[in-house]
């Protein structure tokens, strides 16, 4: 979302801020700072908040993210079965 835009919004305790993010170094810094930020988070429905907020904005889905990047637990399995050692069996519960 920074990487793709040269300015991004969002609402930060309760206030709606602007950030410009037209060059390289400001797109580093604005990254940096959202992540410290959201790092600070108490709990996770803070997190999925600001998540939620941000995907609605700038057309992302997390959904189609994740599917595009995680494994399936089907993945997980096999990737298990080559690496473990011998006569050991992976499980996922």
Known sequence: MVARNTRVRLLID???R???CATTAEKRRL???L???VRSF???DE???VVRDLAARYHVDPAAF???LCM???EVATLATRWLPSGLTPSIT
């Open 66 to 68: 994740c599917g595009e």
């Open 47 to 49: 997190l999925r908040a």
């Open 14 to 16: 309760g206030k709606e």
């Open 42 to 44: 108490k709990t996770e």
């Open 72 to 74: 399936t637990w089907d």
């Open 31 to 33: 990254f940096d700072q």
């Open 35 to 37: 992540y410290g930020w």
């Open 18 to 20: 602007g950030f410009e």
